[in-house]
């Protein structure tokens, strides 16, 4: 409550123009830009500013008159802080930089005429407190065992995401009705029901389905492929006698650490109209140069290459997880290999065949980076809604169904993905020793598996490879002559009156990104831990509601979370956009769950006695997690810093709408590059890219190391 108060009397209490984090905001203090609370109700009339103060007042007053407050009190305060938030958050929507924002409220108070503009620091900080005064109170009351920084946790993460995931989507789709007229219903439904996107006269051309189908016939496709091929590369890692598994490792690791549209690049100029190989092919059998590699072959090819080590990431622990005795047991009865493997180990992974399938086909469908560059005149959604809010159109309310429609598909796989994990148990591994290895595959199960992994992972690596070699010739398809010319113009550094000058053209989204992903890469991974914290170690009423909240960023796409950002953060209270901190803000909540399932997986393996024991000896939540929990998980903690910081500096669907020219971010760079035609400029910052990440990944690496289990680890070390 003190802080709350020396917040609204001391800092700005309004956003300035460059967001939370600029210098700029101190500069001219108490300005009418700057001011705190205290200030603008003083001196620039903001009288609505006055009541947010009497309820900190009195909280203080009733928490410094008890040492431990009763139920009587606890009650006063539950009120007290909710007058605060109603009153906080009903003057932040009614009143607006042009005074009030809604016209009954215009009617009714014809001669107001204050203005405000989006919430800063104070404001914040009062917003938190009063949240934090809401769920200190009711843990006075006996909520969740009395524990208050377990109810805050949970009332923080609640109230995060439904700002930043709930409001944006809910106002997207009021955005997607919006006509010049106000809100159309009508409108929305033609916009969202239109025959450009549900067309099913499939049978007389692919061309002439509508977007949704063409985009679900991509995903379908990309992910029957994608997870053959990585089933493939998971057997033949686990179950042959493979001796460069450590490729195999690299060749996981290049997606995470690739931007998403560098395979989509390294097509082009292979296989585009002045490609490599369409040269040769020109050259050696009269084959004339032609645009196939653009539409759906170029999209599957791209998607495939993209999305094939993700769904190996997943079957590799599958294979792994499949215990040996199961195995053993089928093979004493005098099963064949084959059999064993036809009757046992595959239907055990059927669990991850279905995880690798619907994840590939969420990643298909929310794939903004390959579509944008390979797409030519097959119409997918995430490139439609890309277009239609910025193409000639300029249609913002096209762009909201569209996205309204891919956020529909989205939920739907996810929540296929859910049941179909939910209703079947597959456990192979129990609490009891398990001591046997695997046995190899049937010896043609093992050449299938090869003479699939082999080819493709050679093609992969030649794809690649072009991202090392590509920015360091003229013109790759065309002039082969080895140049520095993309390094300079992007990468220059020269030396001023000043000292140095980055005077490269590529220096200021790079520091941008390094910047963004610095900021968002640990407070993700603070938010995945406390919230693994409360669904791994807590139980209370509606915990599944709040598992589904705090998982409902990863089942909405990129490009949905942009548009909706677009439309809920452009107006006050909470103005961000164009600014650095909204860039971090998405980037937090995008990667949020993949930090909580990795801190729920770690957590698993620690006996809940441990936490029990730390409660027995009267510490609470926060002692708990901090001196029993986090050392256990130090090597999840590292590893979810690290994922989230190369998440932030690869990411683009989210945020290609959200960057500007002061704030702009490296794919998004490179996306203009690909725009102008500057491939080799944009695979020389995509190596640049894939080389600082990949020294981050090493060093994780090196910091981390590997975990060996049983007798499965100590054999492969032998081996």
Known sequence: MLAAIAAWCLLPWYMQEDGLLAAATWRGWPSEENAPALVQALSFGRWWLWPLLAPLLIATVLLGRQSRPDERVAAWLIALALAGLVWLLGQGFAIGARGLFHAPLKEAFPDFEGRQFGFGWGAAIVAMAYLFLLTDALALRGALRGDAFVLGTVGFVVATTVLFVFFPVVLMLFG???????????????RIFGSDIWSFDCLSGVGRCGTLWKTLLLAVIVATVST????????????????????????????IITPPFVVALAIIVLFGRTGAVT??????????????????????FAQVLSFTPVAFLIMVGVVQGISPSMEEAAQTLRASRARVFRTVTLPLMRPGLANAFLITVLESISDFGNGIVLAGNYDVLSVQIYFALVGAQSDPGRAAALALVLLAV???????????????????????????????????????????????????????????????????????????????????????DHGLVWSGGAWNSFFTTMESALFAAPLTAIMGILTAYVLARQRFAGKGAFEFVTMMSFAIPGTVIGISYIVAFNTPPVELTGTLTILIICFIFRDM?????????????????????????????????????????RPAIVAGLVFGLVRA????????????????????????????????GAILYSAVLVAVMAAMIGLIQLAVGERRLGRRGMAGAAA
């Open 279 to 300: 040269a040769f092919l020109d050259w050696a059998f009269g084959i004339p140069p032609s645009r196939y590699i653009y539409g759906l072959p170029g999209l599957i």
């Open 649 to 680: 500096m690869t990411s683009l669907s989210a945020v290609v709408f959200l960057v500007t020219t002061r704030h702009d971010l490296a794919t998004s760079y490179i996306v203009g590059r690909v725009e102008i035609s500057d491939f080799g």
């Open 228 to 255: 053959l091929l990585g089933l493939a590369f998971a057997l033949m890692a686990e179950r042959t006698g493979f001796r460069h598994k450590r490729l195999l490792r690299v060749f996981a690791l290049l997606p």
């Open 593 to 633: 769950p993949v930090g909580i399932r990795a801190g729920v997986a770690a957590m698993s393996q620690i006996d809940p006695h441990l936490d029990e024991s730390s409660l027995t000896l009267r510490h609470g939540g926060f002692a708990t997690l901090r001196r029993v929990i986090l050392p256990l998980i």
């Open 176 to 190: 997607a009705g919006r006509t010049d007229d106000g809100y159309d219903a009508g409108a929305l439904l033609l």
């Open 410 to 496: 989205a939920l739907a796989v996810f929540a296929a993905q859910a049941l179909w994990l939910g209703q079947r148990s597959y456990t192979t591994v129990s609490g009891k020793g398990d001591s046997g290895l695997h046995a190899p595959v049937a010896d043609g199960v093992a050449r299938a598996v090869r003479w699939t992994a082999i080819p493709w992972a050679v093609l992969t690596a030649v794809i690649y490879g072009l991202v090392a070699v590509g920015g360091f010739v003229e013109n790759f398809g065309r002039d082969y002559t080895p140049t520095l010319k993309h390094a300079t113009t992007m990468f220059s550094i020269g030396w001023g």
